[in-house]
């Protein structure tokens, strides 16, 4: 997302003495993460508006002549190409020795300079269309400026705010702030940082035209369309599952809009990203970049015409499998029954959220339109991006759960900027479960407790109302005395309790995300600025270690021990993962609001992440490696927890792979396994596969085991399918094991007794000059009952004996 500094400057007073990196660094730091900024203040650097005074045709070209006046005394003379260059029109004249706008961001940017035409006649600069501009991509003809805006020799970035730094936002940060999507949503939250209140005006929006409109009126052809001001109750039918409301204005063409002038409005979509097309388009946009509400307009008579009924039956649903649609970048879409449409009378029409449809589309014979402002559900569109590959502004904005308090505001105000050209002939909402607000209770203790700070009460209401919170406060009886501070010296007596204030605080109808007290605190403290909270050691009793990190620790100082690596993959995974590990994807969580295609479900275990790893390792010039991870795996035959969630198991799986690999790779991969339960003075068996669990199902049966303990199923250790090994393209020599972290700590921490005897281990190293065949024969002689084994040989250079290192288990 982008967001023109100018703009949103337009809506907060920032005070003197603030500079703009300064402000700048106050969103990283509070409000969201600038990726970049695009310095545009010398953009625009030698371009004036002028006044076409002559045009002449030059005979047999399509060149004209023209003679312009940009402020000073003699005029310039220019020669255009363009089509709709006439005498009396003011035009953007770019000055020899200029930058093309357009070209300014490329490796070597076009300088216009003044060149001789036909061998004959001088051309110093050019009159700029809106493509040379950087105002999108209409090559028509030049841009001509309404002369209520300017006069010859104005330049063109006074009038027009270019002189701007565009913030490139990242939108992964906002995922949760849909109101932050608009320019009054940001800069309302810039405002709260800045500590100034923010004059609501989202609800300035215009609703004249709602109520000047008369019902009935002559049609431009002298017939009648008989709308109401409120229209029929069945004009919209939704299903509230997927649309919490849908706003619907007619308007209905009683003139000619205005001339296509070069206005504001195609400045800020062309520096927010988007492309100026045409006025009805264009209001739409536009009010989305300001608000956050996206719009769509159908052209209405097309939209009556695909339903074949006398008036206009809006129904939203979901789309039935198979179904398809049009859009209205000409592609053909086949719907699943996750997809939301617009239908006229239950005939597609649209991609609810993400994209119009080809048969209803606006043109240039439209006569009325169908104005449509509505929320839909963030979990359907999500899928829906994903399935159809559609990231549009508007689907942007609905993903991050779009609030419905506005929808009516923003497409009257769209009237009211279509007014010249249209006018209203009829209004319905259908909104069945308006969103009651939501009160959280909270004191200043608590914020003050939270935090680590001493703010005053005054200071958070302040800092709430700021950004639209309502606060309400009332005195609350006293809490009883509190204990002395854990770890505080003796003697520290508590505070004695008095009465609390309790703080009422309603959240504003665009902050859907505000739920308990913790959501609260939260937002002092980032208003107020962490940064300014000073660093304070809690007094508190010394932690007792967590037993699964050091079980984890001893892992991970083992298996690196002998030559494994860690790595980090995503919990997320693809379907065609799960297929390729042969695991059924039923067994899996889907991820309603997924980040990518690539990532829907929750792994159900390790290996396959690892196995995925292996094949780019493979491809490196390495002989080779192992590699191994530690995470959480979830299943769904696990169920859920007393809190709902699904139910998650610590698991280590592991990975072993050569090039030339000698042997049987099973044992290869069984012997880290020893290693690990070697550490944990745990003894495991190795039985046939008998299980069919989730980890089992890469491993080939004939060629890999089960790990139990005490009789207990920990894990499976063995050699991969062939089936897998060619889906994930592997070499021949690979195994691996995936084991139960959660049950090994069980028989780590002694929760389970062990039947099997444990073991003790100690290492002795020999200094000796003789073999170490001759050495481990003395030491077998010496501890006939331990199993040894050897773990170095060193001999330093020049040396005559060598040390040679066992570890002996008794």
Same mark, same amino acid.
């Given at each position: 997302?982008?967001? %023109?500094?100018?703009?949103?400057? +337009? /809506?907060?007073?920032?005070?003197?003495?603030?500079?703009?990196?300064?402000? @700048?660094?106050?969103?990283?730091?509070?409000?969201?993460?600038?990726?970049?900024?695009?310095?545009? $203040?010398?953009?625009?650097?030698?371009?004036?508006?002028?006044?076409?005074?002559?045009?002449?045709?030059?005979?047999?070209?399509?060149? $004209?002549?023209?003679?312009?006046?940009?402020? &000073?005394?003699?005029?310039?003379?220019? !020669?255009?190409?363009?089509?709709?260059?006439?005498?009396?029109?003011?035009?953007?004249?770019?000055?020899?020795?200029?930058?093309?706008?357009?070209?300014? #961001?490329?490796?070597?940017?076009?300088?216009?300079?003044?060149?001789?035409?036909?061998?004959?006649?001088?051309?110093?600069?050019?009159?700029?269309?809106?493509?040379?501009?950087?105002?999108?991509?209409?090559?028509?003809? @030049?841009?001509?400026?309404?002369?209520?805006?300017?006069?010859?020799?104005?330049?063109?970035?006074?009038?027009?705010?270019?002189?701007?730094?565009?913030?490139?936002?990242?939108?992964?940060?906002?995922? #949760?702030?849909?109101?932050?999507?608009?320019?009054?949503?940001?800069?309302?939250?810039?405002?709260?940082?800045?500590?100034?209140?923010?004059?609501?005006?989202?609800?300035?929006?215009?609703?004249?035209?709602?109520?000047?409109?008369?019902?009935?009126?002559?049609?431009?052809?002298? &017939?009648?369309?008989?709308?109401?001001?409120?229209?029929?109750?069945?004009?919209?039918?939704?299903?509230?599952?997927?649309?919490?409301?849908?706003?619907?204005?007619?308007?209905?063409? #009683?003139?000619?809009?205005?001339?296509?002038?070069?206005?504001?409005?195609?400045?800020?979509?062309?520096?927010?990203?988007?492309?100026?097309?045409?006025?009805?388009?264009?209001?739409?946009?536009?009010?989305?970049?300001?608000?956050?509400?996206?719009?769509?307009?159908?052209?209405?008579?097309?939209?009556?015409?695909?339903?074949?009924?006398?008036?206009?039956?809006?129904?939203?649903?979901?789309?039935?499998?198979?179904?398809?649609?049009?859009?209205?970048?000409?592609?053909?879409?086949?719907?699943?029954?996750?997809?939301?449409?617009?239908?006229?009378?239950?005939?597609?029409?649209?991609?609810?959220?993400?994209?119009?449809?080809?048969?209803?589309?606006?043109?240039?014979?439209?006569?009325?339109?169908?104005?449509?402002?509505?929320?839909?559900?963030?979990?359907?569109?999500?899928?829906?991006?994903?399935?159809?590959?559609?990231?549009?502004?508007?689907?942007?904005?609905?993903?991050?759960?779009?609030?419905?308090?506005?929808?009516?505001?923003?497409?009257?105000?769209?009237?009211?900027?279509?007014?010249?050209?249209?006018?209203?002939?009829?209004?319905?909402?259908?909104?069945?479960?308006?969103?009651?607000?939501?009160?959280?209770?909270?004191?200043?203790?608590?914020?003050?407790?939270?935090?680590?700070?001493?703010?005053?009460?005054?200071?958070?209401?302040?800092?709430?109302?700021?950004?639209?919170?309502?606060?309400?406060?009332?005195?609350?009886?006293?809490?009883?005395?509190?204990?002395? !501070?854990?770890?505080?010296? %003796?003697?520290?007596?508590?505070?004695?309790?008095?009465?609390?204030?309790?703080?009422?605080?309603?959240?504003?109808?665009?902050?859907?995300?505000?739920?308990?007290?913790?959501?609260?605190?939260?937002?002092?403290?980032?208003?107020?600025?962490?940064?300014?909270?000073?660093?304070?050691?809690?007094?508190?009793?010394?932690?007792?270690?967590?037993?699964?990190?050091?079980?984890?620790?001893?892992?991970?100082?083992?298996?690196?021990?002998?030559?494994?690596?860690?790595?980090?993959?995503?919990?997320?995974?693809?379907?065609?993962?799960?297929? =390729?590990?042969?695991?059924?994807?039923?067994?899996?969580?889907?991820? !309603?609001?997924?980040?990518?295609?690539?990532?829907?479900?929750?792994?159900?275990?390790?290996?396959?992440?690892?196995?995925?790893?292996?094949?780019?390792?493979?491809?490196?010039?390495?002989?080779?490696?192992?590699?191994?991870?530690?995470?959480?795996?979830?299943?769904?035959?696990?169920?859920?927890?007393?809190?709902?969630?699904?139910?998650?198991?610590?698991?280590?799986?592991?990975?072993?792979?050569?090039? =030339?690999?000698?042997?049987?790779?099973?044992?290869?991969?069984?012997?880290?396994?020893?290693?690990?339960?070697?550490?944990?003075?745990?003894?495991?068996?190795?039985?046939?596969?008998?299980?069919?669990?989730?980890?089992?199902?890469?491993?080939?049966?004939?060629?890999?085991?089960?790990?139990?303990?005490?009789? +207990? /199923?920990?894990?499976?250790?063995? +050699?991969?399918?062939?089936? !897998?090994?060619?889906?994930?393209?592997?070499?021949?020599?690979?195994?691996?094991?995936? @084991?139960?972290?959660?049950?090994?700590?069980?028989?780590?921490?002694?929760?389970?007794? @062990?039947?099997?005897?444990?073991?003790?281990?100690?290492?002795?190293?020999?200094?000796?000059?003789?073999?170490?065949?001759?050495?481990?024969?003395?030491?077998?002689?010496?501890?006939?009952?331990?199993?040894?084994?050897?773990?170095?040989? /060193?001999?330093?250079?020049?040396?005559?004996?060598?040390?040679?290192?066992?570890?002996?288990?008794?």
């Amino acid at each position: 997302m982008k967001i %023109s500094l100018n703009w949103l400057k +337009e /809506y907060v007073n920032v005070p003197e003495g603030i500079t703009n990196t300064e402000l @700048i660094s106050l969103i990283g730091s509070r409000l969201v993460e600038v990726e970049g900024v695009i310095d545009e $203040t010398h953009k625009y650097d030698g371009i004036t508006v002028v006044r076409v005074e002559k045009a002449e045709k030059i005979p047999d070209t399509h060149l $004209t002549l023209c003679q312009v006046y940009d402020g &000073s005394p003699e005029l310039v003379q220019v !020669v255009c190409g363009a089509p709709n260059v006439r005498e009396g029109m003011l035009a953007a004249w770019i000055r020899p020795g200029a930058i093309v706008p357009a070209s300014v #961001h490329e490796a070597a940017p076009f300088v216009i300079g003044k060149r001789k035409m036909l061998s004959k006649y001088d051309s110093n600069g050019m009159l700029a269309g809106a493509d040379e501009l950087d105002f999108g991509d209409d090559h028509s003809g @030049i841009v001509e400026i309404d002369p209520s805006m300017a006069k010859p020799g104005d330049t063109l970035a006074d009038v027009f705010e270019l002189n701007d730094l565009i913030l490139e936002i990242e939108n992964k940060s906002l995922t #949760h702030r849909p109101d932050c999507f608009g320019i009054i949503g940001f800069a309302r939250e810039v405002a709260g940082i800045l500590g100034i209140k923010f004059d609501s005006v989202s609800e300035t929006v215009s609703r004249n035209s709602y109520e000047n409109f008369e019902a009935s009126e002559p049609r431009d052809d002298g &017939s009648e369309r008989a709308w109401s001001r409120e229209l029929e109750s069945d004009f919209i039918t939704i299903d509230s599952d997927v649309c919490s409301r849908y706003t619907a204005v007619v308007l209905e063409k #009683h003139g000619e809009l205005g001339k296509k002038y070069l206005t504001l409005q195609d400045t800020r979509l062309a520096k927010a990203g988007m492309k100026p097309v045409e006025r009805i388009v264009d209001a739409t946009n536009y009010l989305m970049l300001l608000t956050g509400q996206p719009l769509h307009a159908f052209d209405l008579d097309k939209f009556i015409k695909v339903g074949n009924t006398e008036k206009p039956k809006i129904i939203v649903r979901l789309a039935k499998k198979g179904e398809k649609l049009v859009l209205l970048d000409g592609k053909e879409i086949i719907c699943n029954e996750n997809d939301v449409l617009i239908t006229s009378n239950d005939v597609p029409v649209a991609l609810a959220g993400a994209m119009g449809g080809e048969s209803t589309m606006i043109d240039e014979n439209t006569r009325n339109i169908l104005l449509e402002s509505a929320t839909f559900s963030l979990y359907n569109l999500r899928k829906t991006q994903m399935d159809h590959g559609i990231f549009s502004e508007a689907i942007t904005r609905f993903t991050k759960g779009q609030p419905p308090y506005q929808t009516m505001e923003v497409a009257l105000e769209c009237a009211e900027m279509l007014k010249d050209g249209f006018k209203i002939a009829g209004i319905a909402d259908n909104y069945p479960k308006p969103e009651e607000s939501n009160v959280v209770k909270n004191t200043t203790t608590e914020i003050n407790n939270l935090l680590g700070t001493d703010y005053e009460k005054d200071l958070i209401i302040q800092t709430l109302t700021n950004v639209g919170f309502q606060v309400n406060v009332s005195t609350g009886p006293a809490a009883a005395s509190s204990p002395a !501070v854990a770890g505080a010296p %003796s003697g520290v007596l508590a505070k004695k309790a008095s009465p609390v204030d309790i703080l009422s605080i309603e959240s504003p109808a665009w902050r859907t995300d505000i739920h308990i007290k913790e959501d609260i605190i939260e937002e002092v403290g980032r208003l107020l600025g962490y940064d300014n909270i000073e660093p304070t050691l809690p007094l508190h009793r010394t932690a007792e270690k967590n037993a699964s990190l050091e079980l984890k620790r001893e892992i991970r100082n083992c298996l690196s021990m002998y030559g494994a690596n860690e790595v980090l993959t995503y919990s997320f995974v693809s379907e065609k993962l799960l297929e =390729k590990a042969k695991q059924d994807k039923k067994n899996s969580y889907k991820i !309603v609001n997924s980040i990518s295609p690539e990532l829907q479900y929750i792994r159900q275990s390790i290996v396959p992440s690892l196995l995925e790893k292996t094949f780019l390792n493979e491809k490196l010039p390495v002989e080779k490696f192992a590699i191994f991870e530690m995470n959480q795996v979830y299943r769904k035959e696990w169920g859920v927890t007393k809190e709902n969630v699904p139910v998650e198991r610590n698991s280590l799986g592991f990975v072993v792979a050569e090039r =030339k690999g000698e042997g049987t790779a099973f044992y290869k991969a069984k012997k880290y396994v020893e290693l690990i339960f070697r550490e944990m003075q745990i003894v495991a068996e190795y039985v046939p596969i008998k299980s069919k669990t989730a980890d089992t199902k890469p491993f080939e049966p004939k060629r890999s085991a089960e790990i139990l303990v005490n009789g +207990e /199923y920990v894990g499976v250790v063995g +050699e991969f399918k062939n089936s !897998v090994r060619h889906e994930f393209k592997l070499a021949d020599y690979l195994a691996g094991f995936e @084991i139960d972290l959660d049950l090994v700590l069980e028989y780590r921490s002694n929760k389970k007794e @062990i039947k099997i005897g444990a073991k003790k281990t100690e290492d002795l190293t020999v200094a000796t000059t003789k073999s170490y065949a001759e050495t481990l024969k003395e030491v077998q002689e010496k501890y006939p009952e331990a199993e040894i084994s050897p773990l170095s040989i /060193y001999q330093a250079e020049g040396e005559e004996k060598k040390n040679i290192s066992f570890r002996i288990a008794f």
